[in-house]
């Protein structure tokens, strides 16, 4: 017989291949007979486990995960596959809290977050027609809106109001439009507070909001549905939009310094035009020019107001602002800011004579509307120069229907009234 050979014994072996009194390797995590037969090497398991295996392996039964006492007859073999070890948490985890605090939060209004989808995708393109100025009501002013409640409430009032204009859907259009009076009213009380206090945190909020905010008046101030009271207080009060314009260059002079070194800077910047007599044609040159006669004729209805310096001086100077906005429209993209430019430069006496429906004050207003025409594309401006010249002359008498012809003329055709120039 040959001689046994020798080998070395393994006392730090696992406690499988000790069970079985066979050598281990003592590879870890796991020796080659735990690998080779697919059982759980306790190379590999936790101090807990391990305890496990060794009363499994020394007792006569089995403690079960569901409590129960297994019986050594019907125990598993040694050689069946242990459960995949359990991981346990580092030390240095300990400290972690192990529940987490419920989140109260409400749930996601989808309708909110389809308008912020439009203003995303298209609402944005349309509020300006200067590059510039486009991508920051893309990209600023939504960032400043998760910042300001009642910016966000701005922005998502004039998207529906967007919507409502492209929907030809009733009941689509219904929500639209509520949701856009609450977004509407929830933006006016949340700047109110802001209006005595602007800052320089604030200030960028406050003058994108009352600017949104002007845009929704200005075109609300036509909408049909917007209910009966609104629309016979609408119907009594032309051009209710021009106070709420004046307020927003009135916060934007207040804040005109945080505003320049701030993202709306573009705001600011005004596009230099000549302003030169002749960048008109002589058909609009002499209708301007006749409202000079309008304000100085003293037989005509309603002289006596003349007689008062602020009331003519504040004629003239709304006559002379008027021909410069019409003489700075000679690109497209000064065409939005030319026409919003005579209701900021006519005086404070001019306003309150409009709003009293003065009639020279309605002519001159209606003369301006013409400016209208030539911005039909926006949506928001769609229809406001033939609403605005059908208010003002439901409020006129024949006496002063002619004054108007030219206007009237210009408006009801589309066109400016005057030869564009440049390109």
Known sequence: ???RRSHKKSRTGCQRCKRRRIKCDETHPSCGNCVKHAIACDFSLSTEQ??????????????????QVIPSSSAPSPATPLPPPV???PQSSASLPTTLAPIHQPNLNVLDLSLMHHWSIATWSTVSNRDDVQQLWRLNIPTLATQHAFLMHAVLAVSAMHLHSTTTCASARNRYLTAASQHHERAVRGIAPCLAHIS?????????????????SFLTSRIAEIGPADAAANTLTPIGWVPLLRGVHSILEQAQSWVHHGPLSPLLAHPGHALTP???????ERSLQSLYRL????????????????????????????????????KWDSIVSAIFRWPIAATDRFVQLLLERRPRALVIFVHYCVLFTLVEGFWWATGSAR???ERCEAIL???????????????????GGFTEVGS
């Open 1 to 3: 017989m040959a001689p």
């Open 50 to 67: 391990l305890r496990a295996v060794s009363q499994e392996l020394h007792s006569p039964s089995q403690v079960a995960t569901t409590g």
């Open 87 to 89: 991981p346990t948490v």
């Open 200 to 216: 320089r945190d604030n200030c960028d909020a406050v003058v994108a909001t009352s600017g949104l905010v002007a845009i929704y």
């Open 278 to 284: 002749d960048k008109l044609d002589a058909e609009t």
């Open 295 to 330: 304000c100085t004729d003293l037989s005509l209805p309603g002289a006596d107001e003349l007689a008062a310096t602020d009331v003519s001086t504040a004629y003239f100077s709304a006559i002379a602002e008027l021909r410069k906005s019409f003489a700075t429209i000679s």
């Open 387 to 389: 609403f605005e010249l």
């Open 397 to 415: 008498g024949l006496e002063w229907r002619h004054w108007i012809d030219w206007p009237r003329k210009q408006i009801m055709e589309g066109r």
